[in-house]
């Protein structure tokens, strides 16, 4: 019989991409076939990103890959200056690393529960799965409770999703991070901006709700996911060289890759992303954006053709060599820090 | 040489599931293996959420569909009584529905346009490419800016994507539908309410932020996305007994299966959603999402697991059988339309 | 408890195009977009190789489709002339094919068994499972047999597995077939030859292991693959203008390919394969051969351009629209047979 | 201008793994999520049978791997005596595997060779593609004659392909290797027995129509894969304990399971094998053998629950960290060589 004490045992380890020197094996792969040689030329791609002093560089992230064991890999991203903003899913920055910075953890998941066949006791049990990984519903609830009551210590008005975000890290400072790492602090440190433009589609939603049910006819947080798109906008305004570093595809993908559009709208003739790579598995024949290729984003105006390259891999194969390469080749070490989110303060809050 | 003329020469065609009584056929696929049986079922599924009297029916749309030409099963969907409620990605209902409604079309691409080897040309002549499909940008440039005329011309406060979508319905209905159906203008004139919850993502958040950055510091439209998902999640409360219809993955999935959740936190304990269906290609392994089974959403207590059917399929050969069953069985004829939106009135606008 | 009898009751019926006219729904996707459109477009090609009166068809099989449902799409192919030749893996020709025809079913399985946690007690029941379908072990040992009796019966040499299966068409005329319809029978009929190139690895191999171990040092039948090749390429150089219809892709996509190089090294100058349509979900970005582009095909000299077509779609779907479009479509009425065994029997046989 | 000096340039690099220890990477995946988790488990269960001192590991081969840079790692699975029997398609012994060891290459081809717009000028060439890769088709012609060549060599009488891929080994010991290293010449020299079951398909194919063709009536070399089937079946029996390291699927995978039934028809009741490992991106859901569980083959009596797991990748990423940990863990240092072909030798010759 499963028990919650049986489920929730082995937590979810983080891999730490400072501690292996990827660099010859991702070399070895460069004049070999397929994903292993795209996965170099993807490498070299992202390095050449943190080498152009003039490239900001953003990361965007799709699927479940906090819970999924890459939470180090991207906090060290931000933390070693590898990247200028995110655009995320709410689910990785919200349910999964927030989560994890309030002290809960994500646990493997025995192979039997994958068939689905157990899912009806999960549920008995308050735990949640994601595929092959476990999570303590009741935990989850208070990660979204915790949402609530910073929403309901916000002065009312709309807030872009990063500026709720940079108020969850600004709470962690003050309540303490309760975990090794946390890519939410480590931007809230660093001044690297957050946008999640679907915010209310996870764990930050229900605290929203939660809130401006409460609230009543009175005045509340509301999230304006318009004024995240005009934040973004802005910062290729004034960052006009730009590179993206894409995890799965959905929302963060064309969100990030529309603000070259979006600039031309208001009147500045910017460059399209210089640099692009994507990470995905999904297939380009049924035309979606998460698969579409990023040659077809340069039809649309919004990415360069010489530099992009997309990788056909799951995420947790892929994503330590990719920026594993990155960080011990070292470009980084040199990189101003932009800290954006300075620069957004008099658009976003004055 | 690639001219626009030569381009832009053969419109989609949308298909018309009225005209094709595909019952037989997916009868006969019932007790084959594979993808044709579970399709059989899949439908046998849909075909029973309209016989259900109690049950609430969300269409939840991902992927470039409305472009591929399903925009007529949607919308008379819609038209027919099918559907009561629809959660989006944005290019669905902005970029494409809207846009053929303001009387722009989508135009069926060369085959070797696919090659990507095209796409630096396109960018010249103003043409993007959704993998085989072609948009006069400059057409989706008078599309975005028609939603700003919208957004200007509203009462400055923060709006659910859904209000934002009614005016855009009665912008058509006051300017004139200048296609042969639309989704938007369907759903504006039987009360449908229509969700995007990343709804800046896409023309519309073109519109919006040249919207927002015209008024400057004075009083604007807001896009609340919490709105979105206080809004829907009320519908469940009121209407507990709820089917799911998805098409791709994404946000609009997790949303819509999100209000179970949600109602649970407003104090309501609601039943999850009866019935689901999803047709999609995306592959079970990366533990994304998107291709997550409605098995594992049964662990997180939002998917009921006695009437729930995936269908691997691309969607175009796919949606035309599933919800050509559906007309065709025809139990939507003794359905009491929801008119949701007048219920929504209260909470969104008054 | 699982039992025999609960588990192997529903068999598998196999969808008939012949009572679908799909030609409206088909022509009506031609102006959709991706495998909708491509569909439309294969069944054009598929068409239009039997209108060309000088192509010679070659039907290609792999993956589990007969067990799937689509016996009789194929065994019709063969009798209304849709097809000249046909090229499989061992699996569809033996084991399910030959298998039915001998009186046995393939059998829905029930959903719960997809999630591989009852294949113990499936191995305990003597039940094989394929994905959905169940098959009586029992009753595949016997098919097995019956393959030895057979090559037992056949003079010992070398055959092509051609030669064997059409031995196996006799076996069915002599005994009977207990079967509605079959693709061995049919074919052997009309002398439409059937070519496994691997024919060891199936049933089929089963049988022939088990004759050879008992002839031990005395002659035997041997199956030289060798022969099958030439064979294949004899129809070739003898009929220069042929079309291939692939299903799935493996040995047997190969195999029909390479005729075109094989023909060269006898010194005929043959063209290449005029039209090509493949249903498949392989994904390309492997670089296997199931999923290689029937463009790449053109690099070694083995598909032309002009009239090919890759179908993104699971078989089951696909193949009733692709066939009976053909068949709809009527040109079949006047092709002339082409009765290909009786070309290769001085070659085969003498 | 395509030109054959520009696109035959640089060279496939074949990794070593070596010089790689992947063995702290893979233990950081163990306890990730998804693809990640999944290959460290499978490392492990590869390391397992090398400790396993009564297991024999049959490497199964499909998909173009030794063009993709893969073949020192498996011809470094047979020198250092991780492997005992390879079961593989033809195209990588003996178009890639072979023809490298004649002292040809395969090359490197620019990204925008895989649009597949350049075919009909590769083809004029005589250059052939894969997917990213090429080859030149001249070399390969060469290829097929020098197997014409070998089997006009032989005495005529039906082979396994065992049997004549040793041939094919003998040559290069005769003639000489041209290549640093090779599968079939390391196999050849440790008696590692190499079975390709549609061994017509593929260069050899080419060669053996050839020489059938010269021989006319006169006696000829033949192919029997029931010989192939019978000898494998034969290591079973006599080494009942066998692990499966699948790359891919297709006909090897099945191959080399159902050896567990062969054994069982000539009457020797063995284990199913205990250990195997799969390396694939097909996608379960289209019910081909290529993508089916090693839990559904357990259902089939073939393959053991206990230490099974699939592992979705595409084969240059996962292979090198799989076998790479195999290596660095060290249990082959202490494994007896089986010299497999020794005890053939009775079976297939005498």
Redesign the interface.
């Known amino acids: 019989m499963l028990t919650r004490e049986g489920l929730l045992k ?7 991409f400072t ?2 020197n ?1 660099v ?2 991702v070399d ?10 795209d ?1 170099a030329r993807a490498a070299d791609i992202a390095e050449r990103m943190t080498r152009d002093p003039e490239c900001g560089i953003i990361l965007c992230l ?3 890959l906090i ?4 939470k180090k890999v991207f906090a060290d991203a931000v933390r070693f200056n590898m990247v200028d903003a995110i655009v995320s ?1 709410g ?1 990785n920055i919200v349910d999964q690393d927030f989560f994890e910075a309030l002290g809960f953890r ?1 646990y ?1 998941g025995e192979e ?1 529960l994958r ?3 157990f ?2 006791e ?2 008995e049990l308050h ?7 476990l999570i303590d ?1 009741d935990q989850l ?1 208070i990660c ?1 409770d915790t949402v609530r009551q910073i929403a309901d210590s916000l002065e009312p008005r ?1 807030y872009s999703s990063r500026e709720f975000i940079r108020a969850m890290g600004e709470y962690l400072q003050t309540h303490g991070v309760k975990s090794d790492c946390s890519i939410v602090y480590e931007a809230y440190k660093n001044d690297v901006p957050i946008f999640v ?6 764990s930050a ?2 605290g ?6 409460a609230r009543g006819d009175a005045p509340k ?10 934040e973004l ?1 802005q910062l290729k305004i004034q960052n006009p060289v730009t590179g993206l570093f894409m995890v ?1 595809g ?2 963060p993908k ?2 990030a890759q ?1 603000i070259v ?2 600039a031309d ?2 009147g500045h003739e910017v460059p399209m992303h210089k640099y692009a790579v994507q990470v995905t ?10 698969s ?2 990023l ?2 984003a ?4 919004k990415v360069d ?1 010489a530099y992009e390259q997309m990788v ?7 994503v ?1 060599l990719l920026l594993g390469y990155v960080y011990h080749k070292g470009a980084w070490k040199g990189r101003a820090a932009r800290r954006w989110n300075r620069k957004l303060e008099p658009v976003g809050v004055a």
Chains 1, 2, 3, 4 share one sequence.
């Not at 082995?10 to 730490?16: A, L, Y």
């Not at 735990?127 to 990984?133: A, V």
């Not at 433009?197 to 996870?202: G, L, N, R, T, V």
């Not at 056909?312 to 892929?318: G, K, P």
Request: net charge negative; hydrophobic share 40%.
């Open positions: 082995t937590p979810i380890r983080h891999i730490d501690q292996h990827v010859p094996l070895a792969m460069r004049d070999m076939a397929f994903s292993a040689r996965l799709a699927g479940s819970s999924a064991g890459l899913t689910a994500h493997v039997k068939s689905g066949m899912d009806a999960l549920r735990i949640d799965r994601i595929y092959d990984t519903e609830r979204d709309p433009p679907a915010f209310s589609d996870c939603g229900f929203l709700v939660a809130h401006q049910h947080v509301t999230i304006d996911s318009a004024k995240d798109f005009y906008t799965g959905g929302v064309n969100f529309d559009v979006a709208i208001l598995v999904a297939d380009v024949r049924d035309g979606a954006l998460s579409s290729t040659k077809e340069s039809s649309w105006g053709l056909y891999s799951e995420a947790t194969l892929a330590p």
